[in-house]
């Protein structure tokens, strides 16, 4: 009993000096933006909330310094596309079951969307659903894995959604109905970049700690790696090679592609066109996370079942809970770095671009008279 107390206490002190260690080092960055996060409470769900919010006002920002060029170009865009049928680029319509799953992205502002499901559970109605956390995420899935998930789904009793980190599955091949796919998508580098800060914040690591005790504590040089020096230094976790398979879920274009192996294999041509394709044929809204207003209101139009109100219930709940929450500081990246690690994303940010696109012609197609 002494030993294993003993040991316990021992490990209570490195996780306790690796947390000093990373603290540390962060006062020696900026020190006033630290001094004004230490205002608010931080948790690992308020990082993705404040970056969010973050992105919100600079959207807010760019929609109050536009003019009537804007109006002109939106006129312009129309002259374009022709007529556009919200009907006919609403894949809602073919759902034979309202059963919304959302295989949420890291990164993309998903924490947020899943707070947002959960209040418009309520005021919609409907049953919302989770996955656990696992000690090992898996978005791949073998084909009983991929049997079970469909099942699970098809067992919920409609209204219902279901959240869950995966890459997306075909239920057609289990006779099974699909249900109404969502998702949302961020600009592929910059997602990247919240990634590795995300996974070295310490409340991470201790809340990953305290749910799985044998998992192993990080290494105090990794935490302290800033993501300059790794791009720079050409480190394996910053380095993104066509084909690759990664381990840090930064193959955008994986989730939407699907659970063949092809699919598996950074920035390919093949991932790319099959990820294009499951979203025109299958997902009824993919929202942009710099594109925040436009998305809620497309998701307010295109699926009103599990959406409607989504912008009220947003700034007058969801967005009020970011203010008591804070994102851990993350050191600015350079442009520079930015522009190194573009080079290798060339058709993970074409998907992005086609994803943004389908979400502007979603949007026209409405025939709005005010911008989102």
């Known amino acids: 009993m002494r030993q294993y107390v003993s040991k316990r206490w021992s490990e209570f002190i490195v996780l306790l000096s690796l947390s000093t260690t990373f603290f540390l080092f962060l006062q020696t960055r900026d020190l006033s933006m630290q001094l004004s996060n230490e205002r608010i409470k931080h948790t690992a769900e308020g990082e993705e ?49 309202e059963i919304l799953f959302f295989n949420r992205v890291p990164k993309v502002g998903s924490q947020t969307t899943m707070e947002l499901l959960k209040s418009l559970s309520i005021k919609n109605n409907f049953h919302y659903h ?18 079970w998930l469909s099942n699970l789904l098809d067992f919920f009793n409609p209204p219902s959604v279901y959240v869950k980190h995966v890459c997306f599955v075909n239920f057609t091949q289990f006779n099974l109905d699909m249900p109404i796919y969502v998702n949302m998508v961020r600009d592929p580098v910059e997602r990247v970049i919240s990634w590795y800060y995300y996974v070295r914040a310490p409340w991470y690591f201790v809340e990953r700690k305290r749910a799985f005790p044998d998992l192993p504590l990080p290494n105090p ?123 290798n994303f060339t058709r993970e940010l074409e998907f992005f671009d086609f994803c943004k696109q389908r979400l502007h012609k979603q949007y026209l197609a409405l025939n709005l008279d005010k911008k989102p």
């Open 49 to 97: 909330f404040l970056e969010t919010d973050t992105i919100l006002r600079e959207e807010e920002n760019e929609e109050k310094s536009r003019t009537i060029e804007g109006d002109v170009d939106a006129y312009n865009e129309r002259e374009f596309y022709g007529k556009l049928d919200p009907m006919e680029l609403n894949n809602t319509r073919k759902a034979k079951k």
């Open 130 to 147: 989770k996955d656990r956390t696992q000690k090992t995420e898996t978005i791949k899935l073998s084909y009983n894995e991929e049997k």
């Open 221 to 343: 040089n990794w935490l302290k790696k800033d993501y300059d020096t790794c791009v720079r230094r050409g480190d394996k976790e910053c380095r993104y090679q066509d084909g690759d398979e990664r381990d840090d879920f930064g193959q955008l274009t994986e989730f939407f592609c699907g659970q063949d192996d092809d699919c598996t294999g950074f920035n390919t041509e093949v991932a790319m066109r099959k990820a294009k394709e499951n979203v025109e044929k299958h997902y009824a809204v993919v929202g942009v996370l710099e594109e925040l207003n436009k998305t809620l209101t497309v998701l307010e139009h295109y699926v009103p079942r599990f959406f409607k109100g989504a912008k009220d219930v947003y700034y007058n709940e969801v967005k009020i809970f970011s203010k008591i929450n804070r994102n851990i500081y993350k050191p600015t990246t350079a442009e520079a770095t930015k522009d190194i690690v573009r080079k």
